[in-house]
């Protein structure tokens, strides 16, 4: 079936609504002593708890792979850069 027929099928008003909502994105970027990594990733997340979630999964994830220590943090923003959050990864 084709998009267009997608769009007019009264069984599809589910995926129809699904591309009306807009979910907000965040920057999550770990942050050293002195610099921060330039490896900054963005992803759509329902609300802020969500995305403390999520960076709370990412710096597990980075330290089981070694990549940090634990003076580092990451730093989580919004869409228009103001901080959201920021979560040390000895905390974690």
Known sequence: MAQQDLL???RARYWRASLAVEMPIYQ???VGDRDADPDVRWTHLSD???A???ARIL???FKLKGHF???SRLEIKDDTG???AMLRFADV
Request: positive net charge.
């Open 69 to 71: 220590n634990s003076h």
């Open 28 to 30: 999550f970027q770990v």
């Open 52 to 54: 403390k979630k999520y």
């Open 59 to 61: 710096i597990r994830d």
């Open 48 to 50: 802020a708890d969500a």
């Open 8 to 10: 007019r099928d009264p």
């Open 82 to 84: 103001r901080p959201v």
